[in-house]
Structure formats: C-alpha cells, structure tokens
Nanobody, 128 residues
C-alpha cells in the first residue's frame, strides 16, 4: 500500500484544514485506516481510526473537532479538522493496517503498532 498525504499548512487558532490521503496498491475500504500525529518532542499518537464497516474511534482530544471520512471511489481518506488549537501542531500521518479477527468479530488495533503502511506525513502548524 502506498499512501500520500496532502493538505497540511499553517493556520490560525480556531481555523480549519482538511487533510487527504491518497492510497494506491490496494482498496482502503478493506483495511483499518487511521490518522496519527507526532508533535515536537512527542511520541506518535493516534488521532482517529476507521474500520472496514466505517466504525470510528477518536482520541478524546479531538472529539467534536475532527472528522474522518473515506471516499471509496477515489480510494482516499480525509481528515476534516475544525477549531484547531496550537496543541494540534504536529506532523500528521495516514496509515493502513490489517483487520484482526476474534470471536466477537473484526477489529482494528488503535495504536501505531497495529499499522503497517505509512505515508510520509504532512505538517500542520496552528499559530497566530
């Protein structure tokens, strides 16, 4: 899977951005897809994960402000971000990972270790 992010940039606090992740080499609707971020001096953290059914899991810090979506016809993942804060400043990464199977059904691992394909990242800077 090849993933290419775009859409990052410099935005003022309270502003909005939409990140895109164009995928090739596979169909993203068959995978766990996620957005992760890594701020200066911080570990990479999960922002949101979406599974093949479209079920989502957001980090508490972005709930109500970020929305993940997937356009299967374009094989592209999106992250709409509103009400951006300086603490959202980070390199944002798109990632793809396998669905895992249990007696309860399929699920995604929500940490970076559960994802095997990564884009190169796009920088989001929130500053006045």
């Amino acid at each position: 899977v090849q993933l290419v992010e775009s859409g990052g940039g410099l935005v003022q606090p309270g502003g909005s951005l939409r990140l895109s992740c164009a995928a090739s080499g596979t169909t993203i609707s068959n995978y766990c897809m996620g957005w992760f971020r890594q701020g200066p001096g911080k570990e990479r953290e999960g922002v949101v994960v979406i599974d093949s059914r479209g079920d989502t899991s957001y980090a508490d810090s972005v709930k109500g402000r970020f929305t993940i979506s997937r356009d299967n016809t374009k094989n592209t993942l999106y992250l709409q971000m509103i009400s951006l804060k300086p603490e959202d400043t980070a390199q944002y990464y798109c990632a793809a990972g396998p669905l895992y199977h249990s007696s309860s059904g399929t699920y995604c691992v929500r940490t970076p270790s559960g994802f095997v394909s990564w884009g190169q990242g796009t920088q989001v800077t929130v500053s006045s």
